[in-house]
C-alpha cells in the first residue's frame, strides 16, 4: 500500500519506519528540505510559502501537489490538517482532481474562523473525506460536530514519544513528589492544586516547572498558604533536563481549565510523565481524559474537594503512586507508542480502501 502523507511538520521516523514495516510504502510531502529515500521511506519537497510551524499560514503549491500525486500514484491520501486550513484546502483539492481518497486528520478542538467561506470549504472537505480521525478525540468529536457517520473513524496520536526502554518500579516514595509543568497561566489551574495541597495532610512535596505571567501571584499564594517550604520553582526546563526530572517526581498533577479560547491541545507533558511511570491525575479538560483512560486520577474542572481527595490518596497510601504510575506507562506503550500509532493508522487506512469492515 502506498500512501501519500501531507502535513505541515513530517510525520516522526519511528511512526515511518513501522508503518514500512508493516507493509506500506510510505510517501511524505515536505514543504522544506529535499528529497530523499530512506528505505522504503521516500521523501519529496513540494513547493510551498508560509512558515511550516503556523499551519494556517503554509500554502502548498496545487500545481506542484498535483503533479507529484500524479507522479507517485498513492492509494491514498493522509491529510494532516483542520478542514479550514490551506494544508486540508491543497490536499483534498489533489485528492479531487485526480480521484484518489483521502483521510483527514483534525488537531484542534476548538475550532477555526467562523466565516462562510471558511465554513463552506470545511464542510465540503469533512464531507469528501473517505475517513476521519483526530490527534485525541476531543479534536474528532469537533470534527464530527455532533453528528454521527458511517464513515472509519479513528484517534491517531502523532507518535514520536520517547518512551525509556530500561524501566522498573521504584520503592514507595517517602515524601510524595507532586510535580506540575507547563506555562504558568490560569488556565493550567496550579492555583487550584496549592489550595488541595494546602489542603492535604501529611509528608509532600511540590516541584513546579514553567515560567508564566502567573509566577508571581502563585509564589504569594503559596506562602499565604503556608507551603512555601514545600514547593521547588525549576523554571523552565530544556528537554533533556526534563528527561532526568521525571525519575524524581510521583505525581504529576494537571488541573488544567477550559476557557472559549483555550483547552489542553494534546497532553504531551502527561503523556512523557506517563511514559515513566508517574502516576497522573487531570483533569476534564480538553485531550487530558482521553489521554489517560482509565491509567490514572480524572477530576471535573475546578474541583477543589475532588482534586484534595485525589491528592490526599497519595500521601495516605504512597504505594498507589507506583501501582498506577505502573499502569499509566503500560497504556502508553499500548496507544501511544510508534508501532502502536502506526497500526492504527493502517487499520483506518484499509477500513477508508474498504480492505477492512
Known amino acids: 500500500m502506498r500512501v501519500l502523507i501531507l502535513s505541515p511538520a513530517s510525520p516522526p521516523r519511528g511512526v515511518l519506519r513501522s508503518l514500512s514495516s508493516l507493509g506500506v510504502e510510505p510517501v511524505v510531502a515536505r514543504p522544506d528540505g529535499d528529497s530523499e529515500t530512506d528505505g522504503l521511506i521516500q521523501y519529496v519537497r513540494v513547493s510551498a510559502r508560509g512558515d511550516r ?8 503549491s496545487r500545481r506542484a501537489l498535483r503533479a ?3 507522479d507517485v500514484g498513492p492509494q ?36 477555526g474562523p467562523k466565516g462562510l467561506t471558511a465554513k463552506w470549504q470545511g464542510d465540503r472537505i469533512r464531507t469528501e473525506a473517505a475517513a476521519l480521525a483526530g490527534t485525541v478525540r476531543s479534536a474528532l468529536e469537533h470534527l464530527l460536530g455532533g453528528q454521527s457517520t458511517d ?11 520517547s518512551i525509556p526502554v530500561a524501566w522498573s518500579p521504584r520503592p514507595d516514595p517517602a515524601p510524595v513528589m507532586f ?4 506555562r504558568l497561566v490560569a488556565e493550567r489551574g496550579i492555583d487550584l492544586l496549592l489550595n488541595a495541597l494546602g489542603a492535604t495532610f501529611g509528608d509532600w512535596r511540590l516541584r513546579i516547572v514553567g515560567t508564566g505571567p502567573v509566577h ?50 494534546s497532553g504531551a507533558m502527561v503523556l512523557q510523565a506517563m511514559a515513566q511511570g508517574v502516576a497522573p491525575v487531570v483533569s476534564r479538560s480538553g485531550a487530558l481524559p482521553d489521554v489517560v483512560g482509565g491509567s490514572g486520577l480524572i477530576v471535573d474542572q475546578d474541583d477543589l474537594v475532588a482534586l484534595t481527595r485525589a491528592t490526599q490518596g497519595f500521601v495516605a497510601e504512597p504505594w498507589r ?26 487499520t483506518l487506512w484499509r477500513r477508508a480502501l474498504g480492505l477492512e469492515a
Not at 224 to 232: K, Q
Not at 323 to 328: E, F, L, P, Q, T
Open 321 to 346: 503512586c507506583r501501582s498506577i504510575g505502573s499502569v499509566a506507562r503500560q497504556r502508553v506503550l499500548e496507544q501511544y507508542a510508534d508501532a502502536a500509532v502506526a497500526e492504527r493508522m493502517v
Open 151 to 161: 464513515r472509519p473513524t479513528a484517534v491517531l496520536p502523532p507518535g514520536g514519544l
Open 76 to 111: 491514498l491520501i493522509h491529510i494532516m490538517g483542520d478542514p479550514w486550513t490551506p494544508t486540508a484546502e491543497a490536499g483534498a483539492a489533489a485528492a479531487r482532481h485526480l480521484k484518489v481518497p483521502y483521510v483527514l486528520v483534525a488537531t484542534s478542538s476548538l475550532g
Open 216 to 265: 508571581e501571584s502563585l509564589e504569594q499564594q503559596a506562602q499565604h498558604l503556608g507551603l512555601s517550604a514545600r514547593i521547588e520553582w525549576l523554571g523552565a526546563l530544556p528537554r533533556d533536563q526534563l528527561n532526568a526530572f521525571w525519575p524524581e517526581v510521583d505525581v504529576l498533577v494537571a488541573p488544567s481549565r477550559s476557557t472559549p479560547e483555550w483547552v489542553e491541545p
Open 68 to 70: 507529484m500525486v500524479r
Open 179 to 182: 510535580a506540575a509543568v507547563g
Open 53 to 60: 510551524d503556523r499551519p494556517v499560514d503554509l500554502r502548498w
